[in-house]
């Protein structure tokens, strides 16, 4: 396809997402978030072979928030191994909200899975003995290729002043024996990992090297192991959305994760990264944008997991 | 890769599966269904080209059971539209065993997903006033291309007779005015569809179908559409194993939907359908023989949907 | 305490009734009950002497609804004896609201406690194998001095066609082994006792004999066993007001059951029962009129259970 | 009746309390409770003339547990009002275990009841900027007529070591609004309170004045309102036991609160206090030896609150 048809058809995608922005809103539930300008929006998408596509606010700096928890995941994973994580953590979709209690509490062995609050915390008070954030920031400035990523110190403080449903979730995993390191520690961790800034190209990239099975295309370099990308892009697509994960998966088919800050990441397999930045947010937390700019995308470039391009 | 060698890793597989069954017990909820013979146990693949690899017993009659649901959701998509259908049941896994009434209390809009009962019910009660059971069985009879596709009769009386849960679920959807037409009429074509009998190969040719994206290679007859084989793929992969789709999902990575009557349909898109018959259950309900064969089958021949072989 | 002054506090508790009938709405969900007159209201009390204090619209029929719970209750315990009845159905409030599902589910072996709809239905389960519906109309004649209680066939008959909930709650009861004579005739059993035609002034004698410790005071012949009876009167203040039972217990401290037709039936252990019709109900299926009203008793009286007047 | 007469049948009791020990077990899930002597029993009545009859151990110290959530609750009635405390709590029984957080995460806006821990952190919460714990231990003492009730320091410690999951409710009652106050501070008290040692006579003297509507017979002086005692005597009956409340009504009909220490507090209104001692627990937390021992007291003494000698 040329590039020129390309353009078009990304543009296409751009304007369905901007249409949409004045039906969300942005975070409020953290001061700090709600300073968001609700109509910024950016796509960055890049290639597996390394080229970029980039329209509107793809330099805007904002906070990754929940897609850090796949970071976090992707270097448990490397560290520790499958079987040491999944020990503490499950691999189920819970259909419940991303910041519930109670799935913990009914399916009390462990949290459902590592894309929900209960889940990541887990996985933070795992790295947290192993790693300093400073060596986490570094690991997420490798992934996606992008050395100015730094914590965001405003929203840090904001979030740990309104910390209050996390702590809960963090005590009450420690009382089932699911946490085992220091509680407080693992949530500063997780908070601050959640308040690194990132820029929806920055996510392309994280994106494009999930896509090529863990290799820098650019440099031929493995960056992440390929079952270790295997399970984050499995997790995405099950997972990746809150509980509109699965509505998302059959309609659109790129596993995408979604953080309040507004950003998107998004792989499709074996041929480009997306990231989206867009922070006017739906109904369960997800940038209002991405529905329609990137059903868009699946539909004209065929993207969808299970119907692609066939010719 | 030689047929030969192909034959060595399905063997390897096979044997995997065979050595899980004392681990498991067959069906006994359902009288008629325990009197099957635990130890059996059959692989059939089609590949997209048409081509049969079978194993086992791959030609003993055995109730398709919730692998109908599948079926259903088909005809459902394709005659009344995407929309119609995901007004009534939604598309979200939910975290829930496949008979649980709880979760359809607590989100009482409609049921999370097709997969489970209440929502394969819902379908059923769409599809009552368009369709007579003997049109359903051709379609079975199409999608599977085996024409001797027949209702087991001592299993569909067995299972009338200890229909209460699901009857109650019927009419709770009843009550919430999710089920809108007759409540014991649905109920009935919904148990008839889960005594048909199949085999091995019946499914490994629905599984080839759905892997080409709904055309018969051997005709070259499109026999579903190509949005409905997305979907129905999609809602495999995300909830076709119960409560342990998730893991299923990252360890596996082959949309699969399994029934207790020991079946399970597997598709490697593009590639191959894949049908199991193995009626030694785990405690989830799910073919015991068919995670370590499948998983096995997926790191040899790279299967797994986010780590295929990539040279 | 002279009649007249008596009479005072009656029209005084009667105004405050009144005064809440705009803020509820008669039910609706059936739709024969929907044709009630929002405005009835009526309050009878009958001491432990047989003396009878009558206000308003005292001998308006209406149907018995939920307070037939009580009835069929002591029929059961009287029949059956206490361990045979409790090991089919609690003694625990639930929190839930009248016609919940979810904690049946979550609490499998058993309802929580017999003024749910799922533990009335298995106690109605109980009685159908022993008693005709002609006999049990007889009992509750008997237990309210009325010889004048019949059906009510137009509320019976529309009942019989909105029934899916408790259906459902039926089914549910019997997949789990808890219902084990015959579903529809228990569903039907249960309908129509609930639809029986009662008064304020049948429910005042009624609740007069609790008070009595299940004698009627007028012949001394005994009535109702006094240990049943004081089962009854212990469910009555712990579960009698579905989720607001607690708060009830606290702010009046009368032991009450509430029927959605409008009833309450009320014991004042040692000195009197009170019958009140009213079928304006508040959010929770309860007589709107009757909180209000029933605590003006209470205070200006001494009535409640730990707050009795100690002169 | 004669005291000797009384005695033979508070023995028979004490026998019947004695013979269940056996099948129960002492609390270990905080390490300094596991050092109780199971075999421990102790039985004191004070009656509201100030009489006391003793047998066993019941000048033996033990810590409060739970039952200081009713001196707390008295203590904030008091100082607040009604209407403040239960804007943050409810009075609902819940169906619930004493420690879960599920049916606060449901029931979204406030606990059911201040017998839950949920309900009890929350009064705590409401005491904390007004009470030093230094006032509510003189509290305590004066209630209970015992000036040498102290704090358990090495159960405080040992409590404050295994918190995690008071402290995940607490946070997430500080998440909701529902804790406006420093939360450590409120679990600190809260802990505290639940480590004040007494005896089994200092509870037979609170129950005493409970009994007799808040005034201490032996100087006549009013100790708590009229009001406040109502109120805690009908939460003590539907709430009192964890969530064999409701059982415990029915058969015993005594408003008892029970501790994990092995307390229990029980009041036979306008007759006695009673206090018991035995620290071997059935599996809801309550002192296994007091439903045999209250059942038979009550049965022969006609104690139940529906059920009393009527001679």
Redesign the interface.
Known sequence: MEKEKIMSILEGAFDKGREAIPGGAVATYIPELGKADKNNLGLSICTKYGEHYNIGDTTTRFTIQSISKIISLALALEHMGVEKVFAKV???????AFN????L???SNKP??PMINSGALTVSSLLLPEFTFEQMTDYTRKVCLDPEIAINEAVFQSEMSHI??N??????L??KGIIETD?EGSLELYTKMCSLNVTAESLSNFGMILAT?GINPKTGERVIS??T???I???M???GMY?????F??RV?I?TKSGVGGGLLSVV??RMGIGVYGPSLDEKGNCIAGRPLLQHLSEELGL????RS?F
């Open positions: 499950g691999m189920e979709p819970s259909g419940e519930s209690l109670v799935e509490d009914l399916n459902f899975n209050s449903r702590r809960a979730i963090a005590y009450l420690e009382s509680v099975g390929g079952r990308v295997a399970i892009k499995t997790i697509l099950t997972c509980d509109g994960s699965g509505e998966a059959v088919g596993p397999d074996d969808h997991i299970f119907n066939r």
